[in-house]
């Protein structure tokens, strides 16, 4: 493992502290806060497989349920050296046999979906899952005992059951002998009222009447006006009270006894299961912080390269933060980086240090596809400025002891980060000894960036093979850096633009321009105008670009144009048809009728007159037809039907677009009762509401049938995906309604079970409270009528009796 001040330079600690805070159990967090780079090949493939897993799982189905595994770790410690566990620990080996159980049921699930099948995708999480433990009896028998955090239930045994009996019936017996001293009690009590003094039954009797009443004195009041007496009736029954009180905790240490035995006796699949859950907790970390920082894993090398595609330092915020191209390694092995002063170089230095820490830790990388990462043996720099006045070191001695420390730890395939090479010295000096150490770092194989401002080091670079220059643009009519780093350019400190932009007097530059030697100048000319040059190209493919873009555009504007006016045609024409038909039936009820007047009048005409009257009927019928076929071909349009109308009646089979995740696909049933439909496309199927359907396009109707890829697969994960991550993300099995009217409650139980459709989850618990009973009601109509809940119940004793419900979504 690569640890030490490398890491806190690179700022590598934030990303742990990041990734941290996505682990859902103690053991997660655990490993998360030891995240480390690792130099070994097979170790960090293997780790990178597991975050790319995790990824996978989540954009499909959403995270494991894994917040409900508790850290039993001083639990076991606890009953291994003999000691009894309490109520609190056991509701904890519960909830941690549940979660198993919730897993094992996600796992089923997701292998419900289909194709692409979850065994060939995530083998590593697959195995994982298949081999945790558990055990249904010890979790049932926890349930049934167990009711709090120091509540055990009269049916944990009968032995329990029976005390608790006979103490609720000796106690009934002693208020009732109570009650009758208070009656006769009269003036000398304070109050008429039973109060427990020391766990025994007493009564308040004034201070003023103490001896009057026979009795043991347990105590007075604050005033000392009141004294709490126990009347010599019910000393006995107080003292069988007190002896059901022992044989109650025995009986309860007894049974909690049992169950630590039980606990011990599973020790194995709870260790194993907490390996499991430790693994799985810390991929899905990884997993969810990738997706949160749009990130991917990168290819693997053994060979010294790093190249990375539109990198992001992950630290800046992404809608701010340059994406950078790094390439080394392949055709050089050593970059130098130039440019003005805040124009990024040192950005590009981390970032290229940071990206290559964390792939060597598992984690996957903001960076585009296909970026490559070496796993190397070290990964040593000396970036920033650190004087220390303690050990007396300026700028450059303290540059200087870090690269010393870096030249004596350099170790087979090493990658050395140098931040401002040679600087805080004599500029011939600082620019010599930069050189001899890039010599030194390319004799050992090193793969090397390295910033600096020396033009001898932009020269170096030219003439020495392996050596390649880059630079950190920057606008001199902004006077504004890009942060774009330029590969084989070297990059010009801008200096006097610089200060002239800023005011500074054109004697002064002139004056500065006269020490500069004539090479010199015309050296910074060249690289001035090389950087205009390859400005003005940027900018004219940029141009290219736009116009490309504004054609494409128009292009589709005309498209949709054409496609509008062509569905006026077909809304015109089906309207048309429409008449033409209401036409034809009248026309055919009108020469029905001629043929009925036709029959009775037959048998008194003659062979001219019959063929006069047929050939009328004839030209009736011809007339008809005729309508009929001047718009043959447009009874064939297959736009009859108007594509992008809403739906309004839906038939199992057909297809149907839904806007809102742009995809096609196939009815698989009639509409529910909540007016939903479910729509299948490929391995997925959405419930929507039919006002969310569309009839599809010819083009949508031809990439279904077609199997072309839709959003999903085009542009990644798509809105569904996200919505599913975001949903199981801040979606819990729980759902706290008291407090609410029940207008509000029931718009935050829609809200709350379509969050857990789209999250996956199932088993649910709604807090409503007992109450007036409003609220549940409100609840059990809300459940009646949504077609996703297959079933529900009141909350039984330990789930918060009737003041929760217990829903299972289908």
Same mark, same amino acid.
């Given at each position: 493992?690569?640890?030490?001040?490398?890491?806190?330079?690179? +700022?590598?600690?934030?990303?742990?502290?990041?990734?941290?805070?996505?682990?859902?159990?103690?053991?997660?967090?655990?490993?998360?806060?030891?995240?480390?780079?690792?130099?070994?090949?097979?170790?960090?493939?293997?780790?990178?497989?597991?975050?790319?897993?995790?990824?996978?799982?989540?954009?499909?189905?959403?995270?494991?349920?894994?917040?409900?595994?508790?850290?039993?770790?001083?639990?076991?410690?606890?009953?291994?050296?003999?000691?009894?566990?309490?109520?609190?620990?056991?509701?904890?080996?519960?909830?941690?046999?549940?979660?198993?159980?919730?897993? /094992?049921?996600?796992?089923?699930?997701?292998?419900?979906?289909?194709?692409?099948?979850?065994?060939?995708?995530?083998?590593?999480?697959?195995?994982?899952?298949?081999?945790?433990?558990? !055990?249904?009896?010890?979790?049932?028998?926890?349930?049934? #005992?167990?009711?709090? !955090?120091? %509540?055990?239930?009269?049916?944990?045994?009968?032995?329990?059951?029976?005390?608790?009996?006979?103490?609720?019936?000796?106690?009934?017996?002693?208020?009732?002998?109570?009650?009758?001293?208070? %009656?006769?009690?009269?003036?000398?009590?304070?109050?008429?009222?039973?109060?427990?003094? %020391?766990?025994?039954?007493?009564?308040?009797?004034?201070?003023?009447?103490?001896?009057?009443?026979?009795?043991?004195?347990?105590?007075?009041?604050?005033?000392?006006?009141?004294?709490?007496?126990?009347?010599?009736?019910?000393?006995?029954?107080?003292?069988?009270?007190?002896?059901?009180?022992?044989?109650?905790?025995? +009986?309860?240490?007894?049974?909690?006894?049992?169950?630590?035995?039980?606990?011990?006796?599973?020790?194995?699949?709870?260790?194993?299961?907490? !390996?499991?859950?430790?693994?799985?907790?810390?991929?899905?970390?990884?997993?969810?912080?990738?997706?949160?920082?749009?990130?991917?894993?990168?290819?693997?090398?053994?060979?010294?390269?790093?190249?990375?595609?539109?990198?992001?330092?992950?630290?800046?915020?992404?809608?701010?933060?340059?994406?950078?191209?790094?390439?080394?390694?392949?055709?050089?092995?050593?970059?130098?980086?130039?440019?003005?002063?805040?124009?990024?170089?040192?950005?590009?230095?981390?970032?290229?240090?940071?990206?290559?820490?964390?792939?060597? #830790?598992?984690?996957?990388?903001?960076?585009?596809?296909?970026?490559?990462?070496?796993?190397?043996?070290?990964?040593?720099?000396?970036?920033?400025?650190?004087?220390?006045?303690?050990?007396?070191?300026?700028?450059?001695?303290?540059?200087?002891?870090?690269?010393?420390?870096?030249?004596?730890?350099?170790?087979?395939?090493?990658?050395?980060?140098?931040?401002?090479?040679?600087?805080?010295?004599?500029?011939?000096?600082?620019?010599?000894?930069?050189?001899?150490?890039?010599?030194?770092?390319?004799?050992?194989?090193?793969?090397?960036?390295?910033?600096?401002?020396?033009?001898?080091?932009?020269?170096?670079?030219?003439?020495?093979?392996?050596?390649?220059?880059?630079?950190?643009?920057?606008?001199?009519?902004?006077?504004?850096?890009?942060?774009?780093?330029?590969?084989?350019?070297?990059?010009?400190?801008?200096?006097?633009?610089?200060?002239?932009?800023?005011?500074?007097?054109?004697?002064?530059?002139?004056?500065?321009?006269?020490?500069?030697?004539? +090479?010199?100048?015309?050296?910074?000319?060249?690289? #001035?105008?090389?950087?205009?040059?390859?400005?003005?190209?940027?900018?004219?493919?940029?141009?290219?670009?736009?116009?490309?873009?504004?054609?494409?555009?128009?292009?589709?504007?005309?498209?949709?144009?054409?496609? #509008?006016?062509?569905?006026?045609?077909?809304?015109?024409?089906?309207?048309?048809?429409? =008449?033409?038909?209401?036409?034809?039936?009248?026309?055919?009820?009108?020469?029905?009728?001629?043929?009925?007047?036709?029959?009775?009048?037959?048998?008194?005409?003659?062979?001219?007159?019959?063929?006069?009257?047929?050939?009328?009927?004839?030209?009736?019928? /011809?007339?008809?037809?005729?309508?009929?076929?001047?718009?043959?071909?447009?009874?064939?349009?297959?736009?009859?039907?108007?594509?992008?109308?809403?739906?309004?009646?839906?038939?199992?089979?057909?297809?149907?677009?839904?806007?809102?995740?742009?995809?096609?696909?196939?009815?698989?049933?009639?509409?529910?009762?909540? &007016?939903?439909?479910?729509?299948?496309?490929?391995?997925?199927?959405?419930?929507?509401?039919?006002?969310?359907?569309?009839?599809?396009?010819?083009?949508?109707?031809?990439?279904?049938?077609?199997?072309?890829?839709?959003?999903?697969?085009?542009?990644?994960?798509?809105?569904?995906?996200?919505?599913?991550?975001?949903?199981?993300?801040?979606?819990?099995?729980?759902?706290?309604?008291? &407090?609410?009217?029940?207008?509000?409650?029931?718009?935050?139980?829609?809200?709350?079970?379509?969050?857990?459709?789209?999250?996956?989850?199932?088993?649910?618990?709604?807090?409503?409270?007992?109450?007036?009973?409003?609220?549940?009601?409100?609840?059990?109509?809300?459940?009646?009528?949504?077609?996703?809940?297959?079933?529900?119940?009141?909350?039984?004793?330990? =789930?918060?009796?009737?003041?929760?419900?217990?829903?299972?979504?289908?």
């Amino acid at each position: 493992m690569i640890r030490g001040r490398v890491l806190e330079t690179l +700022e590598f600690n934030k990303i742990r502290d990041k990734v941290s805070s996505k682990a859902r159990t103690a053991y997660g967090k655990k490993i998360c806060a030891d995240i480390a780079p690792c130099t070994d090949y097979g170790y960090v493939e293997e780790n990178l497989a597991w975050t790319g897993e995790a990824m996978t799982h989540i954009m499909r189905f959403g995270c494991l349920p894994l917040g409900g595994f508790r850290d039993l770790t001083e639990a076991l410690s606890y009953a291994e050296a003999g000691g009894t566990l309490s109520c609190a620990q056991l509701l904890s080996i519960a909830s941690f046999l549940r979660s198993a159980d919730a897993v /094992r049921d996600a796992l089923s699930k997701a292998r419900s979906a289909g194709s692409p099948f979850v065994d060939e995708t995530e083998p590593h999480i697959v195995k994982a899952i298949e081999e945790t433990g558990t !055990d249904d009896r010890l979790l049932k028998a926890i349930d049934e #005992a167990i009711l709090g !955090d120091n %509540e055990v239930s009269d049916r944990a045994s009968r032995t329990l059951a029976e005390i608790r009996r006979e103490k609720k019936s000796t106690a009934a017996g002693i208020r009732s002998l109570l009650e009758r001293v208070i %009656e006769n009690g009269g003036d000398m009590l304070q109050e008429s009222i039973i109060t427990i003094r %020391e766990s025994r039954y007493c009564i308040p009797v004034k201070a003023d009447f103490k001896g009057r009443i026979e009795g043991i004195v347990h105590g007075a009041s604050s005033t000392g006006q009141t004294l709490f007496v126990e009347p010599m009736s019910v000393v006995e029954a107080n003292n069988k009270i007190s002896e059901l009180n022992a044989q109650e905790e025995a +009986e309860i240490l007894r049974i909690l006894g049992e169950f630590t035995a039980d606990f011990i006796a599973d020790k194995e699949i709870f260790v194993k299961d907490i !390996d499991i859950v430790s693994g799985l907790d810390y991929a899905f970390a990884k997993g969810e912080y990738g997706i949160e920082t749009e990130s991917a894993c990168a290819r693997l090398n053994s060979n010294g390269v790093i190249s990375l595609r539109k990198a992001r330092h992950p630290l800046i915020d992404k809608d701010k933060v340059v994406p950078v191209d790094i390439n080394i390694g392949e055709k050089y092995n050593t970059l130098v980086v130039t440019g003005p002063n805040t124009g990024g170089k040192t950005v590009s230095l981390k970032t290229c240090g940071l990206l290559a820490l964390m792939t060597m #830790a598992g984690l996957a990388i903001p960076a585009g596809d296909r970026s490559e990462v070496c796993v190397y043996d070290r990964v040593l720099a000396d970036i920033g400025d650190e004087q220390s006045i303690e050990q007396s070191l300026s700028t450059f001695s303290a540059h200087v002891s870090h690269i010393v420390f870096i030249l004596k730890n350099i170790r087979g395939r090493s990658l050395v980060l140098l931040d401002e090479l040679g600087s805080g010295t004599d500029p011939a000096e600082g620019a010599a000894l930069a050189v001899a150490i890039i010599d030194e770092l390319r004799s050992k194989n090193c793969i090397t960036m390295a910033t600096t401002h020396y033009k001898e080091l932009k020269s170096y670079a030219v003439e020495t093979e392996g050596v390649m220059n880059a630079s950190c643009e920057f606008d001199t009519e902004t006077l504004a850096p890009t942060y774009r780093l330029i590969i084989g350019r070297p990059g010009s400190s801008n200096a006097f633009v610089i200060s002239k932009r800023l005011g500074l007097p054109e004697r002064v530059l002139n004056s500065a321009k006269e020490n500069l030697s004539t +090479e010199e100048i015309a050296y910074e000319t060249l690289l #001035a105008k090389a950087e205009q040059d390859a400005k003005a190209a940027a900018d004219a493919l940029k141009e290219n670009e736009k116009l490309k873009a504004e054609l494409s555009a128009a292009a589709k504007a005309l498209e949709e144009e054409k496609a #509008a006016l062509k569905q006026s045609k077909t809304r015109i024409l089906n309207e048309s048809r429409s =008449e033409q038909k209401k036409l034809l039936e009248e026309r055919e009820e009108e020469i029905d009728d001629m043929l009925r007047e036709f029959r009775k009048k037959s048998e008194k005409m003659d062979r001219q007159e019959t063929l006069a009257e047929m050939e009328k009927i004839r030209r009736r019928l /011809r007339a008809g037809i005729k309508d009929l076929e001047d718009d043959s071909e447009d009874d064939n349009n297959p736009e009859a039907v108007q594509s992008g109308e809403p739906v309004k009646d839906v038939v199992t089979g057909e297809l149907y677009f839904i806007p809102s995740f742009n995809i096609t696909g196939t009815a698989q049933s009639g509409v529910s009762k909540s &007016g939903r439909v479910t729509i299948r496309a490929g391995s997925m199927s959405y419930t929507v509401k039919v006002s969310d359907l569309r009839v599809p396009t010819r083009e949508q109707r031809g990439a279904y049938a077609g199997g072309k890829k839709n959003n999903l697969q085009k542009k990644g994960p798509s809105n569904m995906a996200k919505a599913r991550f975001e949903a199981s993300s801040r979606t819990k099995s729980e759902l706290m309604l008291i &407090g609410m009217t029940t207008a509000e409650a029931e718009s935050a139980l829609i809200r709350y079970l379509e969050n857990c459709a789209m999250s996956g989850i199932k088993d649910i618990r709604i807090v409503h409270g007992k109450g007036t009973g409003a609220l549940r009601m409100c609840v059990q109509d809300v459940l009646n009528r949504d077609d996703r809940v297959e079933s529900y119940r009141a909350g039984e004793q330990g =789930e918060g009796d009737a003041g929760v419900t217990i829903a299972k979504l289908r």
